[in-house]
């Protein structure tokens, strides 16, 4: 299932963003969901992870403690919110679902949607 990640924009450094990602239910409560950035001239990488039973979430070095993943069911939406930007957050943020397992990390994609630019820039 390809998913599409929103809510990036333009924020100051020191700032916020809460990015939000749209999934089927039986996706959110079946496969674990990831979200990855692929800044300009480098590779995707992800960035946090959590569980299809919501257990288990995963950080990226870079934003342990300033990141925070949370599914909301009455929405069906995986949302990523990220305080204390820096600029070298600047990237494409994407979201994607396990195609194979409940588990983090996510590392098998079926398909990538569009990414949501944040740029972090005074």
């Known amino acids: 299932v390809q998913l599409q990640a929103s809510g990036g924009g333009l924020v100051r450094p020191g700032g916020s963003l809460r990015l939000s990602c749209v999934a089927p239910?039986?996706?959110?409560?079946?496969?674990?969901i990831g979200w990855f950035r692929q800044a300009p001239g480098k590779e995707r990488e992800a960035v946090s992870c959590?569980?299809?039973?919501?257990?288990?979430?995963f950080y990226e070095d870079s934003v342990k403690g300033r990141a925070t993943i949370s599914k909301d069911y009455t929405s069906n939406t995986v949302r990523l919110q990220v305080d204390s930007l820096k600029p070298e957050d600047t990237a494409v943020y994407y979201c994607?679902?396990?195609?194979?397992?409940?588990?983090?990390?996510?590392?098998?994609?079926?398909?990538w949607g569009q990414g949501t630019l944040v740029t972090v820039s005074s």
């Open positions: 994607a679902a396990e195609a194979l397992s409940d588990s983090c990390p996510v590392l098998t994609v079926s398909s």
């Open positions: 959590i569980s299809a039973d919501d257990g288990t979430t």
């Open positions: 239910e039986v996706t959110l409560r079946s496969y674990a």
